[in-house]
Nanobody
């Protein structure tokens, strides 16, 4: 089983940037696509971004397209989410997971604790 550890969240003003990281313990991401999700207060978990194992296929939720960038370093077993031009509606707990399903909001492994992102207006 993979233990996912997200970090890098914080409080930022609208228009600011943050870089989230997701590391795995227990096994590598070897062969797995990875993704980011988020859950705002009172809402369900929603898909944010997807990256294939090789990094050759990437796609985003429409709400973050052109502002967020997903990347991965397989040697470090880490996935990143660079978030620019943040908006108050981006406020949520952010999670990573393997083999993300953008339609169901599910991933392959148990969820980590996530990292809180708060954007003030």
């Amino acid at each position: 089983q993979v233990q996912l550890v997200e970090s890098g969240g914080g409080l930022v003003q609208a228009g600011g940037s943050l870089r989230l990281s997701c590391a795995a313990a227990g096994r590598t991401f070897s062969g797995n696509a990875m993704g980011w999700f988020r859950q705002a207060p009172g809402k369900g978990r929603e898909f944010v971004a997807y990256i294939s194992w090789s990094g050759g296929r990437i796609y985003y939720a429409d709400s973050v397209k052109d502002r967020f960038t997903i990347s991965r370093d397989n040697a470090k077993n880490t996935v990143y989410l660079q978030m620019n031009n943040l908006k108050p509606e981006d406020t949520a707990v952010y999670y990573c997971n393997g083999d993300p399903d953008k339609n169901t909001g599910r991933g392959r492994w148990s969820w980590g604790q996530g990292t809180q992102v708060t954007v003030s207006s």
